[in-house]
């Protein structure tokens, strides 16, 4: 049977779950789809779940660790009445008059899971990664994607950064005020980064280079990174290194792929939202977080606009009552 909802969120990190308690405290009865513990770009908690140390989110003098925090996010939506339901989207059709959506746990069915009044998408974006062992498990234990989030952690060490484009050169350059040294490693013979940022990074005293190399091993000790092996990208020579922190910078995807068709989207698969709204090109549809933030991508911004989204829903379902 298909269950009708007011409001269905998309998503449970920190935009989902910020939006979940806003549409809560409005009465809005929000079913928060939370994804499923077994997947790693779906997971319930979003990317916070793979971080342990948070020392920037407002309110916590001594940090706190990401999957607590989380724990509070969903403690506090479902306070206020929100209803968690633990699968992902797994279809969705925003053709007709209300938004339809089939979830993960009724694979097969012809009958969407719910329809809803207004739709909240909060499914984040993954850090592209380089698909090596112990990579995952090191996470928040010396392998990073995020420079503004951790770098704070590795004052003294020696540092790498993988990639070749402006992220990468921005991550690098921000390390330079913690790391006793930066080496950017990179696949290839030049960098893709704007002539600035190379210009920059270049100049930088702080930063040299390896290239024509790629990260093949990692290894720990003590659970958590003592060093790297590269390989020659033109050979088979490899040579290990001991660097105790590994920054990711090759990219980051959206959690997009079931809207393709659906919502208008940027050329990296971002969900486009009109100018100062969530509201997405779809009536009663609205995006917030990562999935349609492809430049700050930090949790607070995410739960700025989670609240954004639940105050638009909130006034697009008032205008529409007689």
Not at 209 to 215: S, T
Not at 251 to 256: I, K, M, Q
Not at 287 to 304: E, S
Request: proline share 4%; charged share 20%.
């Amino acid at each position: 049977m298909t269950e009708h909802a007011k409001v269905v969120i998309i998503g449970s990190g920190p935009a989902g779950l910020t939006s979940a308690i806003y549409a809560a405290r409005a009465d809005l009865e929000p079913i928060v789809l939370e994804g499923e513990p077994s997947s790693t770009s779906d997971q319930p908690g979003g990317q916070l779940m793979l971080t342990t140390e948070i020392e920037n989110f407002p309110g916590f003098v001594d940090g706190i660790l990401g999957p607590e925090l989380m724990a509070n996010f969903r403690g506090q939506a479902e306070r206020f009445g929100a209803r968690m339901h633990s699968a992902k989207a797994s279809r969705v059709d925003f053709s007709g008059g209300r938004p339809a959506i089939w979830t993960s746990d009724r694979p097969g069915g012809d009958d969407p899971t719910y329809t809803a009044d207004a739709i909240i998408i909060a499914t984040g974006a993954r850090s592209l990664m380089l698909g090596i062992d112990d990579e995952l498990r090191l996470v928040g234990h010396g392998v990073s994607t995020c420079a503004t989030c951790d770098g704070f952690f590795f004052r003294g060490h020696h540092i790498a950064v993988v990639g070749g484009g402006d992220s990468a050169l921005e991550e690098a350059l921000f390390l330079t005020k913690f790391a006793e040294s930066v080496t950017i490693i990179h696949r290839r013979d030049r960098l893709r980064a704007s002539k600035i940022m190379q210009d920059r990074a270049m100049a930088n005293p702080k930063i040299s280079f390896l290239w024509n190399r790629q990260v093949v091993a990692l290894h720990d000790e003590g659970g958590s990174l003592a060093g790297v092996t590269t390989q020659d990208t033109m050979g088979d020579a490899r040579e290990r290194h001991d660097f105790t922190g590994l920054f990711v910078a090759i990219g980051h995807a959206p959690n997009t792929d079931i809207f393709k068709g659906q919502l208008e989207m940027d050329d990296l698969g971002y969900i486009a939202t009109r100018p100062g709204s969530t509201a997405t090109s779809v009536q009663g549809v609205f995006a917030a977080g990562d999935v349609q933030d492809h430049v700050y991508r930090q949790a607070i911004t995410a739960a700025g606009s989670g609240c954004q989204a639940a105050l638009d829903v909130e006034r697009y379902l008032a205008d529409r009552e007689p």
